[in-house]
Nanobody, 125 residues
Framework: VQLQASGGGLVQPGGSLRLSCEASGFSLDYYAIGWFRQAPGKEREGVSCIASSDGSTYYADSVKGRFTISRDNAKNLGTLQMNGLKPEDTAIYYC???????????????????WGQGTLVTVSS
């Protein structure tokens, strides 16, 4: 059972990145997928999540309108499209899965029982 986050890198302000979260050893069909991030010197925070039941999506206020979360159950893959990146988006981004049927949470990290290793996103000119 493993989650692999990838797609991070260095990007200029206003640029875009697409993060991927690939699951192996289990099916994502019945799991919510969450993206969290931790900036240097700050606590980890929820960025976005997508429910398993109906694909409902949730976003932190700081990324609404700029980030888009999606999932492809056939490929066992979750993605986070990040546009209009700002220096304050610089962080290590983690994907995680929660065996919740309806909805998902950006704050109840204990619901997420599987975590990827993180991918670094740096937004700088």
């Amino acid at each position: 059972v493993q989650l692999q986050a990838s797609g991070g890198g260095l990007v200029q302000p206003g640029g875009s990145l697409r993060l991927s979260c690939e699951a192996s050893g289990f099916s994502l069909d019945y799991y919510a997928i969450g993206w969290f991030r931790q900036a240097p010197g700050k606590e980890r925070e929820g960025v976005s999540c997508i429910a398993s039941s109906d694909g409902s999506t949730y976003y932190a206020d700081s990324v609404k309108g700029r980030f888009t979360i999606s999932r492809d159950n056939a490929k066992n893959l979750g993605t986070l499209q990040m546009n209009g990146l700002k220096p304050e988006d610089t962080a290590i981004y983690y994907c995680a899965t929660a065996p919740t049927g309806v909805g998902c949470s950006l704050t109840l990290e204990y619901e997420y029982d599987e975590w990827g290793q993180g991918t670094l996103v740096t937004v700088s000119s």
